[in-house]
């Protein structure tokens, strides 16, 4: 089992960054050994993919809205993974969500319904 606990949401203008961290408790397996991303939520819309890293295929994987201008990345030492937003719009506000599973499929990596393990979540709004 794994505890996701993240931090470093808050308001932004357009054009400025943040940094969002997700800090893992895992009891049993390695952090190392997951599957980690994250996904966001918009008031309204459904929980849509952001980025990830397969825990045997790599990536990182982005969604096509964010490549370019967000960045993940993990350190496996500290038992954390980080997202890296720059040049921030409006559309990316919502709630940002971390998870975890270690059973993930590569091909189900963007499919919300398919992560076992999930944070509380850390608002994100970027006003325009």
């Known amino acids: 089992q794994v505890q996701l606990v993240e931090s470093g949401g808050g308001l932004v203008q357009a054009g400025g960054s943040l940094r969002l961290s997700c800090t893992a408790s895992?009891?049993?397996?390695?952090?190392?050994?997951?599957?980690v991303g994250w996904f966001r939520q918009a008031p309204g819309n459904e929980r849509e993919f952001v980025a990830a890293?397969?825990?045997?295929?790599?990536?990182?994987y982005y969604s096509s809205s964010v490549k370019n201008r967000f960045t993940i990345s993990r350190d496996n030492t500290k038992n954390t993974l980080y997202l890296q937003m720059n040049s921030l719009e409006p559309e990316d506000t919502g709630v940002y969500y971390c998870a975890a599973d270690r059973g993930l499929i590569l091909s189900s990596v963007r499919t919300s319904t398919s992560w076992n393990y999930w944070g509380q979540g850390t608002q994100v709004t970027v006003s325009s």
């Open positions: 895992t009891s049993g397996s390695a952090f190392r050994s997951y599957s």
């Open positions: 890293f397969h825990r045997s295929n790599g990536g990182p």
